[in-house]
């Protein structure tokens, strides 16, 4: 017995098994999230997580540093603030939105109050690979409906894919990693045929990046069925990726489940206020936007002119079909000061940055063009 407080207890190796407690099968079989690789010094340029090259406006810094005096303080449960400006402008009222640490946050609750052990999940694939990760930990399947020409979703056969465990058909637009929206009048038909009690998610963490004039309407879709809910996100236009806000669009009966399931709390104090902040700042932050969407066309036409067959971008994103030459190009790349984001024997997403370092993009792309 040690009676000296002083002196600290002696360790015994064999007190813990080691592997005694264990998790959840669904847990130990899963791949942790990949994120972006971060840059080594100054001189990199990181193009693997797209976020914004741009910084925060300078009204929206001046709030997080008069907010950062409250931070002893809990901020407001549910974000209400936020919530309410958002809920005005998509006419949902306060009732129909929810906050939360991040779309992808969001998107967890919004498994955990819909789906049960055995339900099923329907995504296109390859699309945010946040999916199969939340999808599964929620003990649903990921029912995975391979992309079509183009790197486009087959809404079509996604529908097909709906049987009577679906609790939920996820579409990502503009998909991430790849690049092209979903066409509206292609969306609306995949609702229709989809039954009235399962969930459609619209994931439009991109939207306000998106030019193609065919390119879905989520608030309007919204507006027409009840079982169809948008995720967006202040982490990509907006600049707030250091801050995680994201948030869901829904009717209030179905944000009203989503909002039990969620984080009491879990938007913080910041957060909060740079996203308000950001909302009546946004005529200047879509100039940006705007910057960033010529940007992405220059490098797409210089890519094409190469050779590349780069699907429609409409994110702040462009992706290249590698195949095996994946990861040795983002190896190549990251050698020269290029961090991409590579996905093992499919392709790269590159995200858009500085015109600097998308014109090393451009040049590093011609060394890697395909042949013929």
Not at 95 to 116: I, N, P
Not at 235 to 240: C, D, F, H, M, P
Not at 253 to 274: C, D, H, K, W, Y
Request: hydrophobic share 45%; proline share 8%; aromatic share 6%.
């Amino acid at each position: 017995m040690n009676d000296d407080p002083e002196r600290p207890h002696p360790v015994r190796p064999h007190a813990v098994r080691p592997h005694a407690v264990r998790p959840r099968p669904a847990v130990a079989s899963l791949p942790a999230y990949v994120p972006g690789a971060r840059p080594a010094d100054d001189r990199s340029h990181k193009l693997s997580s797209n976020e914004n090259p741009y910084p925060p406006l300078e009204p929206v810094r001046q709030v997080i540093a008069d907010a950062a005096g409250r931070v002893n303080r809990y901020p407001e449960m549910y974000a209400d603030s936020l919530v309410a400006a958002l809920g005005e402008r998509f006419g949902v009222g306060a009732a129909g939105v929810v906050a939360s640490t991040g779309s992808v946050a969001v998107l967890s609750h919004v498994l955990q109050a819909f789906c049960e052990p055995g339900d099923q999940v329907v995504t296109a694939w390859r699309s945010f690979e946040a999916y199969p990760i939340l999808v599964r930990l929620q003990g649903a399947e990921h029912v995975q409906v391979p992309l079509a020409a183009g790197a486009r979703h087959d809404l079509g056969a996604m529908a097909d894919a709906v049987t009577d465990r679906t609790r939920a058909v996820l579409v990502c637009t503009p998909n991430n990693p790849t690049g092209p929206a979903v066409h509206h009048d292609e969306l609306a038909a995949m609702i229709d045929a989809v039954p009235e009690h399962v969930l459609v998610v619209i994931d439009e963490a991109y939207t306000e990046f998106v030019t193609d004039p065919q390119a879905a309407d989520g608030p309007a879709l919204l507006a027409e069925h009840p079982n169809v809910m948008l995720l967006r996100t202040f982490s990509k236009a907006y600049g707030l990726a250091g801050l995680r806000v994201g948030y869901a669009v829904a009717h209030p009966e179905v944000a009203a489940a989503v909002r039990i399931a969620s984080t009491p709390f879990g938007v913080n104090e910041l957060a909060q206020t740079a996203a308000v902040a950001s909302l009546a700042a946004e005529d200047a932050l879509l100039e940006r936007v705007r910057a960033v969407v010529a940007e992405r066309q220059r490098v797409v036409a210089g890519l094409r002119v190469q050779g590349w067959d780069v699907p429609d971008a409409q994110g702040n994103f462009v992706w290249l079909a590698t195949g095996d030459r994946t990861t040795d190009l983002a190896t190549h790349a990251a050698a020269r000061g290029l961090l991409v984001r590579p996905f093992a024997g499919d392709g790269v997403r590159i995200s858009i940055g500085s015109p600097e370092a998308n014109d090393a993009v451009l040049a590093l792309a011609e060394e890697w063009a395909p042949e013929g």
